[in-house]
């Protein structure tokens, strides 16, 4: 059985009095991809910034890759780790300037910084976008530049907050198989939120509801498609 | 090309800052011999800098001795507090009043006798008050105060104010800031400005009068008193008692105002100019005997 | 009217003919003010964005007081500020009164807290969700700080306007503690009062004709600085 990267045991998360998350045990093993589903305001994404060690528990234990969170630096946790924001806030500089940020952050001299990235815009289909600036991409060039931002880092675990929402259903469906087929490449342990069954399924093995911050059921999504299957013939 | 554009801004606004940084430093001064303190700190009333009689003499002084005068024009109240404090080196004043009780209690010493010229009543053209012609100054005084004419003083505690007090004394007239009397506050051409502005008297030094003329519709009225003689000293701050003054340059400065050559160039100063003389040199005169 | 155009005039005569004092005062101005502003940069920056970004007890306070100090009026630095440096003073030995450096001095004091408080309202105008993208992204508290100013910039360059704009203009403290020495803190709003104290008011409107110059002329380099970019 392969190990835990991220275990949470007895975790709640309190904001402003109301309980946002109530987790009693949860786990994230390697190389597994996961998705979260769920209505508004059940926890997903306030999940998801506690596993990205982004947003600190009110109580509980997170053990992050066998350490516990105030065992280890959450800097250099943070830099084994990536994620991609439902709506991508670039900043104010060119394309180039925002995807290799966190190489830079990390120490990365300027002739390895391009010799990370150059490849991933080349298969993201970004690489005439990198002069541009930033924040004049349209919502499908920026979602790209997002994923390339977070899988340049090489990420041990990246998080996918509703990845594809900003896209109209004909690149939504070509960036979902793009997306998929990178993940798998690469063995990335994935975790997704999402509204669409169909990109849970597609991209990920496992599906967690969540309902008032608690994780009320678990699915292997395999499952799913057998009943998918079925329904369809039937 | 693409990275040239992309920092050209920030290159532009670096080599600015850093050029008005590099300049700030080297404040050269280029004079001969330079002595082991060069900064003297001269402390004096706003009439010398006004009428441009400094500008005249400090560049003078500066190439004779290779000293650099830090000129503080302020009014003689000012200055002599400078002194009395030590925050200058030397001074250059007309409050003989002021500076005899600082020469005794040995604020100042090296004391000596430069110039005079004369305070002079100026006033608009049509006289309200009717002093035109009035012997002594202490009179129209009364007279102005009598018929309520407006009067602006200086009110700053400098040399011509403190004049302008003694004079309301011997008039024997206390005045009272009103809209009859109202303090300036300020030096002598801003004084000499508002009293224009609000056709009102006021009590001048010569010299800066003559300077401002050409803006000026006020008219002198009453003049030649020897009560009225405005007399200017120069000395060094005591520097038994004020370890930190410059006391050489001080000195220099003092030996300098009193030297043959430069009390030449004080009376001609402007001479062509205005057709009469703005200072009359005084070195080595007995004080009592001025104006006789 | 006739003064007004003898003044322009003479401002005109002035420029045009070089005058070497009108230049010594013009440039002594820039670099005096201009140093006092980047001195208030290098501290008012990294004070606006700790306040912006950090959480820390007496925050509040050292807000409001960067706010309050925007006001400050020149005169009271001035008076302040010679307390300091007379050789009375505690910082008399280093004989810095009516010196250029003194005017410096006494204008970061005045531009500071300005430069302070359009940093921390630049910073905090940023997107919030932009600080946890760079969190996420892995930056360290430097990395952090300096991508956000480097966001801010456009604000940044409005604090160092308004910062050389509030000192290039003041008179107070320039005359008190720099004492308006000829060629060594003579500026252009010293140089102006004493032109009109001396009754020269044709000179005096010739030189606040070169203040003004000076400061759009700055402003408008600025300006092209700050629009650089969105124009493109």
Redesign the interface.
Known sequence: MSKAIIEIKDMTLVLGGRTILNIPHFALLEGQSISLMGPNGAGKSSLMLVMAALLEPTSGTVVYFGKQAHEQSLLNLRRRMAMVFQKPMMLDSSVMENVEMGLKFRGLSRRARERQVTPWLERLGINHLVRQRARSLSGGEAQRVAIAQALVLQPEVIFLDEPFSNLDKGTRDEFKQDIGSLLRENSITTVMVTHHIREATDLTDIIYYMEDGEIISRQVTSDYLAVDEFSRQG | MFLKKKYLPLVLLMVFLVSIVGCTQQQAQQTPAPPVNKDVILATTTSTQDSGLLDVLIPEFEKQSGYVIKTVAVGTGAALTMGQKGEADVLLTHAPSQEKPMLESGAITNYQLVMHNDFVIVGPENDPAQIKGIKTAAEAFKKINEKGALFISRGDNSGTHTMEKNLWKAAGITPTVSDKYQEAGQGMGQTLTIAQQKSGYTLTDRATYLAQKKNLSLVILVEGETALLNIYHVAQVNPEKYPKVNAAGAKAFVEFMVAPATQKIISEFKVQEYGQALFYADAGKNEADLGK | MELIWEGLVKAFYLLMALDPEVLEVT?LT???S??AT?VSVLIGVPLGAVLALGRFPGRNFLVSLANFGMGLPPVVVGLWVSIFL???GPF?AF?I?????AI?IAQAVIASPIVTSFTLAAIQQI?P??R?????????RM?MLW?LV??ARLGLLAAVMAGFGGVVSEVGASMMVG????G?TRVLTTATV?E????N?DVAIALSVILLGLAYGVTA??T??QQ??NQR
């Open positions: 440039w820039l670099k005096v201009g140093t980047l007379w050789r009375s008399g004989n009164i009516y010196t250029p450096l410096i997107n969700r932009i946890l993208q760079l969190l996420a992204l892995g930056a360290n990395q991508s480097k966001e004492g308006n020495i000829k060594m004493m009109v104290n001396k009754g008011f380099l600025l092209t600085l650089w970019r």
